[in-house]
């Protein structure tokens, strides 16, 4: 069957993906080396959204393989330098590492790749001679496993492994790794891995330029560089240093490893002295990066060539050693936004001074949800949309003006505008992994205005509805929605002994719920998206209404728990404390009851 072509794209960040059997693909490096990340889980669910379908960790930490397990994202897993040594020994440490740390988490977690070792020829002592009986011993446990035909192995390498970059042409590894090399390219072409190399224009820049122009190392030059020896011209440092490791490989006589690119990326900030580390050079650089590898021109020693290559990196690390720059190579701050955006489709200009996608035609339009996105996609949109989005999802709770039509499509329609054009109004900020679409025609209607971009949002407000009852109690259930699947929790019963006023107000947070009948949720088991519907009745009168001490009183987990971060509201004469009074026992019963 024919590979058809499909673009895959997503919003601020990171995926274009071509149809693995023609074309190259896009992925993003996670490192983890700071104290201020979000969760795995979150990480993983920030991969999602974006569509992101690569991902390179440099370990293989049992809680990020259980956060990207069921996603659909292939991972790439390392081994770190630091254990070399005993998987290099014996097989049956890498035996049991993989029976321990994989094997419970794959197929599940789609694993295709193991590096085993990172950059060792810049480590010190002779830890690369280490490198090959460790990954034959993967290998072999692999085997023995049945999936070294579904994972392949390899290592990672700085340029610093090359002797001579320049031209390509004369490429050439050093003669000092020849002992290491060697051995290492036999295996991968017996096992048909690629070679591994981290390349990075911006220090070739940084550190020689005079040498190099600021334009060549960003894919912006308006000249050729030319090879002597080959005539081939260049137009990006990128090219060259890839072409470089080819012909260095065809020195050895190895003429049909592939080359694929585990790292790459621009920093955003530096120290004084770092002066091209800047948020548009890094913007430049990776947006032209992609553009440079989805469209598959290869290089110019070998056109058309798939370059598989992976970002650097998908958060900031603020406890990298070094300059300023080691700390600033994320495409997302630690909250989870953006440090700037990336326009993954080629169509638009990137506006430098804005950080904003400019659209070619210059019209108003706005961003809604795909009618041939599925229920449980859009609900996890919405769900990012209104937590790690930042986006004031109260227009859209019962009583507010765009609540009604009370369905996802349209609560999400609406949720996804407002981050749309908060965030530059751009393309991949209409994404959502595909649940989003731009449309021309302001889906405004009745009280429910959809903001433009540099607007001020107006919504119209909603009247407190007053409720009278002679009723002496209302029942109150809570509902845990978990995508579409509906728990429903035991009904309590609240006193109404006079006229009450309610107010309505939605309590929505990413928790957890573990398995078993009649357990309570709590913070930090397996990732479930819960929803909380608290319905009040009264007599003939319905509304939904999140009444959150009535939840803490139910269930206490949420008290003082900074995990789940719930808010307390309770109209009392005086403050209420969740962690002194673990009900509102305290407040004037006279008071009317309000979740505001």
Known sequence: MGCGFRLVFAILQLLVILDPCKGSIVGICYGRNADDLPTPDKAAQLVQLH???YVRIYDSNIQVLKAF?????????????????????????????????????YPATKITYITVGAEVTETTGNVSALVVPAMRNVLT????????????????????VLSRS?????????SSYASFLKPLLEFLVENQSPFMIDIYP????????????????LFQASSEVIDPNT??????????????????????????????????????????????ATPDNAQTYNTNLIRHVINNTGTPAKPGEKVDTYLFSLFNENRKPGLESER????????????YNLDFTGKNAVDMTTNNVTSSNGTTTWCIASSKASEADLQNALDWACGSGNVDCTPIQPSQPCFEPDNTVSHASYAFNVYYQQNGATDIACSFGGSGIKVDKNPSYDSCLYMTAGSNKTIASSNTTAISSTSSSATVKVRYRMLNIILEAQAFAMPFNKTKQVATFCLSKQLRFPKGKGKQPHCGSPKVSVTFEVEVKLQNATLKCALEPLLLREFPIFVNNPECNVLIRWPCTKPYNASLHPHPSQCDKSESLSCQ
């Open 231 to 276: 005539g081939l011209l260049y137009t990006n440092m990128f090219d060259a240093q890839i072409d470089a490791i080819y012909y260095a490989l065809m020195g050895l006589n190895f003429k049909t490893i592939n080359v694929m690119v585990t790292e790459t990326g621009w920093p955003s900030k530096g120290s004084p002295k770092e002066t091209a």
């Open 328 to 339: 600033n190579w994320g495409l997302f701050y630690p909250d989870q936004t953006s440090v």
């Open 202 to 217: 911006y220090y070739a820049y940084r550190d020689s330029p005079s040498n190099v122009t600021l334009d060549y190392a």
């Open 166 to 174: 320049f031209p390509p042409s004369a490429g050439a590894f050093s």
């Open 69 to 105: 397990a069921n996603t659909g994202v292939e991972l790439m897993i390392g081994v770190p330098n630091s254990d070399l040594l005993p998987f290099s020994q014996f097989q049956t440490n890498a035996d049991t590492w993989l029976k321990n740390s994989i094997l419970p988490y």
């Open 51 to 53: 569509n992101i379908k």
């Open 141 to 160: 446990a692999l085997k023995k496993a049945g999936l070294s035909k579904k994972i392949k192995v390899s290592s990672t390498h700085s340029l610093g």
